[in-house]
């Protein structure tokens, strides 16, 4: 038994130091078009195709370009604006319909749980052309509530929500029931203010994914006024298709607030998926 714990040692070493190394090269793999991407946006137009990932020349002109000859500013407002709405309204919603699905006995409960979970199953191009054509008979394109309406009803949301409702301790909600509370005070009082680790958490899935949208603000807005980052930056790069330094800027631009976003609340993500019950 002794002599065969060495060996057993070694294996378990072996099998860490692979999984290390399948790690290290899948981080780089992982990151290197990111490092290429910073590095290039500071190389001049002569040198943003040099094949080197230091620039031989550092520029800050590229940034430069891309808020004074194009309206970037606009952009970045824009989809700032729709996301932060989006995500204020939607997590609003989506925990008052997930609190009553997980603690308010009413007749069909199950059957429109099931109807909403039902809806993670339907891919978004399928319901792109419906959901333009209810759009335009609401007059909302080219508008600010074309944007923002249709993306607020989330499935997952509502799910995560409601599993985290379902482990919910019952004692604190009777005890204000007791005390002479209804179901809105109770929500208000207790559950939302207990809610805050998975609600912060979904904000930020909520804003990352609306700042990443592109095909639905591609079809709602033709008025470049209301363009987001990203449309603009698939227009900008088919205007500017030889330019690849102002392009990797602008790029570059896009990226800054979705790697803030995930450097200060990761705790916050990994946080939300152990206490909404999912394994």
């Known amino acids: 038994m002794t002599a065969s714990n060495p060996v057993a040692a070694r294996r378990r070493l072996t099998g860490r130091a692979g999984l290390t190394v399948l790690a290290v090269l899948m981080s780089v ?5 990111f490092l290429w991407m910073v590095t290039s946006s500071f190389k001049t137009r002569a040198t943003v195709n040099d094949g ?3 620039p031989t020349e550092f ?25 932060a709405v989006i995500t204020v ?7 008052m319909a997930a609190y009553a699905l997980a603690r308010l006995r009413f007749p069909g409960r199950e059957k429109i749980f099931t109807l909403i979970f039902a809806t993670l199953l339907i891919t978004a191009p399928v319901v792109l052309i419906p959901l333009f054509m209810v759009v335009r008979q609401l ?3 080219d508008s600010y509530a074309g944007l923002i309406v249709p993306a607020i009803f989330n499935a997952f949301g509502i799910f995560l929500l409601r599993q985290f409702y379902l482990g919910f301790p019952r004692e604190l909600e009777e005890a204000a029931i007791v005390d002479g509370c209804s179901h809105w005070r109770v929500y208000w009082n207790v559950v939302l203010p207990m809610s805050r680790p998975i609600l ?21 807005t033709t008025d ?16 500017s298709s030889s330019n690849y330094n102002y392009i990797l800027a602008g790029t570059m631009v896009a990226a800054l607030p979705m790697i803030a976003v995930f450097v200060f609340f990761q705790r916050q993500m990994v946080e939300s998926i152990k206490t909404s019950g999912l394994k």
């Open 29 to 33: 793999i992982t990151l290197f078009p």
């Open 52 to 54: 080197k990932l230091i």
């Open 59 to 83: 520029t800050f002109d590229n940034f430069v370009y891309v808020f004074t000859e194009v309206d970037f500013g606009r952009y970045l407002f824009n989809s700032f604006f729709v996301s």
């Open 89 to 95: 309204v939607a997590l609003f919603f989506h925990s």
């Open 139 to 141: 007059g909302m394109l």
């Open 200 to 220: 912060s958490a979904l904000a930020i899935f909520f804003f990352l994914a609306n700042w990443n949208a592109f095909v639905w603000p591609l079809v709602v």
């Open 224 to 239: 470049p006024k209301l363009q987001v980052i990203q449309t603009a930056i698939a227009q900008f790069a088919s205007q």
